[in-house]
């Protein structure tokens, strides 16, 4: 058991790790919708996150429709995006350094302008790229070490024990 324990823990911590990494792809993947929405349907951010809201799985597409309905109603479209979505990503396996990121490309001013959305919403796509790249690299080996950490670990505690 205690072995079984300690492998399901390292079991655990991989796959935080590889959910960490799937849910930032998913937040750049909103963002290239977005800017696509911006860019080529002409939309506004509030419109863009009702659209999107349809073809995203849960807990994106929820949170998407809110901030839809609540920025299209004359809330302030930062507010109302910042705090539905922190809430949203409070599920996700994603470190406060992931959100922050991500939360980053729609502060402060600029969103009135068309231009401005698509520059700010490029350069978070950029810095959220970069991180996910950063990640990518590092996935085989962390992963790697949680799963044998484990067991090593288990079998520690076995000796240890007995």
């Known amino acids: 058991m205690i072995l079984g324990g300690c492998l399901g823990l390292g079991l655990w ?6 959910g960490r990494l799937c849910a930032l792809r998913t937040l750049a993947s909103i963002l290239e919708m977005l ?6 349907g002409k939309a506004t951010l509030p419109e863009s996150c009702g659209q999107l809201a349809q073809r995203l799985p849960q807990p994106y597409g929820r949170c998407l429709q809110e901030i ?15 705090a539905q979505m922190e809430a949203c990503m409070r599920e996700l396996p ?3 350094e992931d959100r922050e990121l991500f939360l980053q490309c729609f502060q402060g001013q600029g969103f009135r302008d068309g231009a401005m959305q698509l520059k700010r919403l490029e350069q978070g796509l950029l810095q959220l790229s970069g991180r996910i790249g950063m990640l990518e690299r590092e996935q085989r080996e962390k992963c790697r ?3 044998g950490l484990g067991a090593m670990s288990g079998l520690l505690l076995l000796i240890v024990l007995l």
Not at 13 to 18: A, G, N
Not at 35 to 40: G, K, P, T, V, W
Not at 70 to 81: L, R, T
Request: net charge positive; glycine share 10%; aromatic share 16%.
């Open 13 to 18: 911590y991989r796959e935080q790790f590889v």
């Open 94 to 96: 994603l470190k406060r």
């Open 145 to 147: 070490i949680a799963v």
């Open 35 to 40: 800017m696509s929405e911006i860019r080529y």
């Open 68 to 82: 839809g309905i609540k920025a299209g109603n004359g809330a302030s479209f930062q507010e109302v995006f910042s």
